[in-house]
């Protein structure tokens, strides 16, 4: 079955960096785009950044623009998000998102916390 597992989270001050990985498994990954998305309590999950199933093409959401690199090891089969200049806004759960099959059925880790604070 799919299974996406997360790992990096931390609790790191303002204008620090942290490196997020998803390790995939039970389907074809060099198949698919991945994304990282994010939820701020009391907000709605966000799309943070998307890569293309070669690692060609990448996109990132305005608000870590500069800031956020997605990347992929399709040998590997994980996704990472390498993030640096942390703010405090930054703080929420992330988590590595695939949709797989003709039909797009989205899948979902669980999560990781990110914790930027002073």
């Known amino acids: 079955q799919v299974q996406l597992v997360e790992s990096g989270g931390d609790l790191v001050q303002p204008g620090g960096s942290l490196r997020l990985s998803c390790a995939a498994s039970?389907?074809?990954?060099?198949?698919?785009?991945m994304n990282w998305y994010r939820q701020a309590p009391g907000k709605e999950r966000e799309l943070v950044a998307t890569?293309?199933?070669?690692?060609?093409?990448?996109d990132y959401a305005e608000s870590v623009k500069g800031r956020f690199t997605i990347s992929r090891d399709n040998a590997k089969n994980t996704v990472y998000l390498q993030m640096n200049s942390l703010n405090l806004e930054d703080t929420a759960v992330y988590y590595c998102?695939?949709?797989?099959?003709?039909?797009?059925?989205?899948?979902w880790g669980p999560g990781t916390q990110v914790t930027v604070s002073s």
């Open positions: 039970g389907f074809t990954f060099s198949s698919y785009a």
């Open positions: 998102n695939a949709r797989i099959g003709l039909g797009g059925q989205p899948y």
């Open positions: 890569i293309n199933r070669f690692g060609s093409s990448t």
